[in-house]
Structures are given as C-alpha cells and as structure tokens.
C-alpha cells in the first residue's frame, strides 16, 4: 500500500515535528549530547511514516533536549558575557533564547529551512551534520534577525544595564527590599540619595545624607551573617548543591558531581532553597 504524500498529511500546528529543520540545525558534538535527539533518524520520510518515531519527536523528552540545544546555540549571539548557565531562568535573555516558535520561524525565513522543505530531501539522502565550524557564522544572522523583528532590542538594553541576576528573580530578597525602601522613600528631585530619618525631622527635606561608608560595611556585614544563619538549617547536600551552584557550575555539572540522575534533579532542589530562604526571611521579620 503506497504511503500518503507528505504534502497531504495533516500536521497539528502545535506538533513537535516542525522544530525538526531545528534539530538538522545541531553540530554533531552537539546532539552526542541529546540522548533522545541522537535517535533520530536523518531522513525526515523515515520519522513522517515510523509511529515509534513520532511519538518520540513528540515526547517531553524531544522538546527538552531541542529547547536547551536551541538556547546553547542561540544564547552567545546576544551579546551577553558568560554561559547560559551563568544565569537564571528568570532572566529575559534566558527566556527568549528558549523561544522555540520564534527560532523555528527566523530558521525559515533565514535559511529556508522548514518542515516542508525538507521533504523535497531526496528519500534516499541522508541529511548531513552541520561543521561546527560553521555554526557560529549560520546563528549570528538568524539571532540578529529574531532580535529586528521581535523589537527584542529595548529589552536587550535594559537587560544589560542591570547586570544583577537576582533583579529578575520572583522572590523577595532583602537587597531588593533596602534598595526599594531608597528608591520610593529617599529620593530628592535632584535624584540625590537622602535620609529617611532626616526626612521625619525637617519637613522641608533640606537635610541631604551623604553616604555612610561604614553603615554599608555593617549592612554587608549583617547580610553575610544572616545568609551564613540560614544555610545553617540546610541538609549538607542542600549546602553543597548551594555552594556549587554560587560558585557558578552549571546544573548538569552539578549533577554529575552529586550524583544525581540528571540536572532536573538539581534544579528542584534548588527552588526548594529559594522556597526555603524566602520563609526563613519572612520569619525573621
């Protein structure tokens, strides 16, 4: 029984299959590391007609490992210091660099390369690995493509005048607090930083603080020794999970050095931390 035209097949838009000229994108040191990508086969009639093969380009599994592929490959273009993993998911850069409908959109306008288009691959060609040689020269061109088109940009700006990653993160912190507490509460019309306490004292706000060295010395000081109490309670892999993570080590790294199956594992116990932090925070109030 002949097979039916690729062309006349119906494929859900929100189907995995189209982030496949992604996975064609990868370098072949790349996808060594992909165990799920690295099963697939690189002729796309072979996936399109083969259920096994689709229900694993339609896996969580196949999503993951693209998503993070993508975001390796795409993350050095935006101009940003570091690995990915220096930074936390809740950063906009880390964000958009798992955009995987925007990449799987600017790939096609780029290059041409769509699901479509790959069926014109002749069935009896394999489809080649890209050099890793040339994978920087073929991603340059589509992150800054993704950045005109998106208006991504304004954001790129912002992002990097606030080189802190904990501005982006969701929870309370008390360096967020203080420099909330400043902002709202203590600033000038002349944009000059003044006392809160001198503020009570003369109505007219005509007493500006100059900048007390020694109280910033304290209240590093303090925030250390609060920070040392709270690891304190942590179990002691909680601890070394911490340390390794502010150290800057990479979650998979993590993994590996700890013993976990993979860095999911990692990850979880770190939200448990912040979860944990932001209690004890609240409770010292």
Not at 138 to 147: C, E, G, H, N, T
Not at 190 to 208: H, N, R, T
Not at 219 to 239: C, H, N, T
Request: charged share 30%.
């Amino acid at each position: 029984m002949p097979q039916p035209s690729p062309f006349l097949m119906k494929i859900p838009s929100d189907s995995n299959l189209h982030y496949m000229p992604l996975v064609y994108l990868l370098p072949e040191d790349m996808m060594e590391k992909c165990p799920t990508l690295r099963t697939l086969p690189r002729k796309i009639r072979e996936i399109m007609y083969n259920e096994k093969m689709r229900a694993v380009v339609e896996s969580d599994q196949f999503y993951n490992e693209i998503a993070n592929a993508m975001a390796a490959l795409t993350f050095p273009h935006f101009g940003f210091g570091g690995w990915k993993e220096h930074y936390t998911g809740d950063s906009p850069v880390w964000k958009l660099t798992y955009a995987l409908p925007i990449w799987a959109r600017v790939v096609k306008a780029e290059i041409g390369s769509d699901l479509q288009e790959l069926f014109l691959v002749e069935s009896s060609e394999t489809i080649p690995f890209v050099h890793p040689d040339d994978i920087g020269d073929l991603m340059s061109p589509i992150v800054k493509r993704a950045i005109e088109e998106e208006g991504w940009q304004p954001i790129l700006d912002i992002v990097k005048g606030m080189p802190c990653d904990e501005d982006f993160e969701n929870w309370k912190t008390n360096v967020r607090t203080d420099f909330l507490r400043k902002w709202y509460h203590t600033r000038s019309k002349k944009v000059q930083m003044i006392s809160l306490d001198a503020c009570l004292e003369d109505k007219e706000y005509g007493i500006y603080e100059v900048e007390d060295k020694s109280a910033n010395f304290e209240d590093r000081v303090a925030a250390e020794d609060f920070f040392q109490r709270f690891k304190a309670q942590l179990s002691p892999r909680d601890r070394e999970v911490l340390a390794l993570r502010v150290e800057g080590v990479t979650y998979e790294e993590i993994a590996d050095k700890l013993g976990y199956k993979n860095h999911s594992g990692v990850i979880k116990r770190i939200r448990a931390i912040e979860k944990e932090f932001t209690k004890y925070e609240e409770a010292q109030r």
